[in-house]
């Protein structure tokens, strides 16, 4: 049974937009860290974007483009992404830190221990 759902990918055109959005259980969107990350044909998963302690945190391939931000009472995470580029172009991964008290670097993809489906983004005119 899935624990975090996706929803929100599709086709737009170069300088578009797109929100997806990521459904997580009480226990897990209330935990260290709330990511998303892509992955590209042929390239590694790579980090974009996480929700940690209160705070939004962004690589700087989203900076200034992306925005994360979460619902509390739908219990989801968004992630607004704005003026898309072709090489935006992945399939979009939500992903969770559901670990004990401590300190998690947000950017691994190998801290995350709850992943979500993936959601493919094309950005393409």
């Known amino acids: 049974q899935a624990q975090l759902v996706e929803s929100g990918g599709g086709l737009v055109q170069p300088g578009g937009s797109l929100r997806l959005s990521c459904a997580a259980p009480?226990?897990?969107?209330?935990?260290?860290?709330m990511g998303w990350f892509r992955q590209a044909p042929g390239k590694e998963r790579e980090w974009v974007a996480a929700?940690?302690?209160?705070?939004?945190y962004y690589s700087d391939s989203a900076k200034g483009r992306f925005t994360v931000s979460r619902d509390v009472a739908k219990m989801t995470v968004y992630l607004q992404m704005n003026s898309l580029k072709p090489e935006d172009t992945a399939v979009y991964y939500c992903?969770?830190?559901?670990?004990?008290?401590?300190?998690?670097?947000?950017?691994?993809?190998?801290?995350?221990?709850?992943w979500g489906q993936g959601t493919q983004v094309t950005v393409s005119s």
């Open positions: 992903a969770a830190i559901v670990k004990s008290d401590g300190y998690y670097p947000i950017s691994v993809a190998a801290e995350y221990n709850y």
């Open positions: 009480a226990r897990i969107f209330s935990s260290f860290a």
């Open positions: 929700w940690s302690r209160g705070s939004p």
